[in-house]
């Protein structure tokens, strides 16, 4: 059974950074595309980073572009989101999640699939 365990989110100022990380149990994880999604109140999850099973392959959302960086530890089964120059539209809840057979671009583009989903853990970045 997939699970996930996100964290390493907090409260920024617009510029500031924050590293996300994902552990994950349950499947076997180099088999996996994994993902980094978003979630604002009263909207669906949308994709904002995703890399392929060996890390190979990545596809990050426009409107991150340049600013995360997606990664993979395949060993620890651990997927890490460094976001950097954050901006107010960044915030919102932050989700892992994986799936076979999908390439990264599908992954991460809407609409998002119903994936299974961790607890996530909220960014907020204010003045």
């Known amino acids: 059974q997939l699970q996930f365990v996100e964290s390493g989110g907090g409260q920024v100022q617009p510029g500031g950074s924050l590293t996300l990380s994902c552990t994950t149990s349950g499947f076997a994880f180099n088999r996996y595309a994994v993902g980094w999604f978003r979630q604002v109140p009263g909207k669906e999850h949308e994709g904002v980073s995703c890399?392929?099973?060996?890390?190979?392959?990545?596809h990050t959302v426009d409107s991150v572009k340049g600013r995360v960086t997606i990664s993979r530890d395949n060993t620890k089964k651990i997927v890490t989101l460094q976001m950097k120059n954050l901006k107010s539209e960044d915030a919102g809840d932050y989700f892992c999640?994986?799936?076979?057979?999908?390439?990264?671009?599908?992954?991460?583009?809407?609409?998002?699939?119903?994936?299974?989903w961790g607890r996530g853990t909220r960014v907020t970045v204010s003045p």
């Open positions: 890399i392929s099973s060996f890390g190979s392959t990545t």
């Open positions: 999640a994986a799936a076979e057979y999908i390439s990264v671009q599908r992954m991460c583009s809407p609409p998002v699939r119903s994936y299974k």
